[in-house]
Every structure is written in C-alpha cells, then in structure tokens.
C-alpha cells in the first residue's frame, strides 16, 4: 500500500507516519507540506509544497496512491471564520479533489475533531466549517472517505503538538492520561491508535463513515499486520 500523508509534522500526523513507517504492508509514504518532517527512512518520501491551496504543480507526484491519511489542521482559537475555513475547507478540498481525480480508488481519511457539527448550523464556528468539511469530502467520487472525530489525544512516541496551548495542556497531565485512559476507554484515544485505526479502515474499511471516540478504538482494534 502506497500513502499520502498531510501533516506529519503535528502531532497527530507525527504519530499516524510512525505508525505507517513500522507496517510492513505499506510500501511507500510520502508526505506533503510546508516542511519536512525530519525523518530519515527507506520508505519515506518527502514532497515540501508551499501553496497548499494549489496541488497542480505536483500533481505528478501526487498519483499512484491507495490511501491519504489527511492528518492537517489547525486552532481555531483567536480565528474569524472565514479564514479558518479557508485553511480548513479550502487546503483539504483542494487536496482532496486532485487527489480523487488522479487516485479514483484512493481511500480518503480526514482527521476531524469531536463535536463536529453535521448540519453546519450549530453555535460553534469550528464545528460548522469541519461540519462542512466532512460533508464535502463525504460527497467526492472515490473509493471511499472516513472522518475520523478523536476527542482528547495522548501522544506517545515524541509526538508532539505545534501549540503552545496544547503542549502545556499535555506536559500538565501527562500523568494522568494514562490513568485516566484505562478507566474511560472511549473517551481518550493515542496516537498509536489513531495511526492503527487509520491504517485497518484503509486496508479493510469501516461500517460507518463518520467515526467517533468509540469507533475509531474498535478500528484500531481490529488492526492486524499480518491482514
């Protein structure tokens, strides 16, 4: 399997490549962005694209591929909406519409958040452009497309939140996550389980399309190297 990866240097995106690096199904990864990851490894193709709203300069190297695993986002936070949504709408659907024109069978993953709001009517900005983000994505002629909606993430393995935000958020419970994990299983996902799910749904699918906390665990449970 040859995979596209968006946002491998957040955290998320950091821990989907590690996962996607120790699967011995998977043949190549490139990823795409506005810079490389640092990553050294014989399957690891890295392509630096600086207008990620415009792919046609690299759509060459854009094609051949089963699965993208769009892994890239940012924080609403201190945001107006309309240009949140043009790096939320607009950078993923531009992507995603080349990527289903060169890849007709390519399965699509898009790494959503919790809360999300379907109807894109609801009180949360955020919510409303992922809303329509997913509602897009859903609607594109490929082989298939899965939102994945985690909630609270522990990062495993170094990876590690470009916020600042976020990583005092993480360094604070760092020991608590842990705990807190084995007790409310469906609540808080890792990094390693994200990247696992990602990979099952794209090796096998998935019975649903819009994946919660819940859902997304059970993915990731069914991950088998030797599938």
Known sequence: MNVLLFGGTGMVGQ???RECLLDPRVQ??????????????????????QDLWNYEAIAGKLAG??????????SSRGMKEEDYAR????????????????NPRMT???????????TERGRFMWARVKGKTENALLGLPCGGAYMLR???????????????LYRFFYSMSKPLLPLMRAMFPDEI?????????????????????????KDIRAAAESYRVSS
């Open 150 to 164: 985690p909630g609270v993430i522990q990062p495993l393995y170094g990876a590690r939140s470009k916020t600042a």
């Open 87 to 102: 790096v939320t709408y607009g950078i993923t659907l531009a992507a995603a519409e080349i990527l289903c024109r060169l």
């Open 15 to 17: 821990g989907v490549l």
């Open 108 to 118: 699509f993953i898009y790494i959503s958040g919790r809360g999300t709001d379907s």
């Open 28 to 49: 190549l990864v490139e990823t795409v962005g506005r810079t490389a990851t640092g990553v050294q490894h014989a399957k690891l193709r890295e392509v630096v694209h």
């Open 189 to 213: 996902l890792t990094t390693v389980q994200i990247g696992r799910a990602m990979l099952a749904i794209a090796a096998h699918g998935f019975p649903k399309k819009v994946l919660e906390n």
């Open 65 to 74: 591929f089963e699965a993208c695993f769009f892994c890239l986002g940012v």
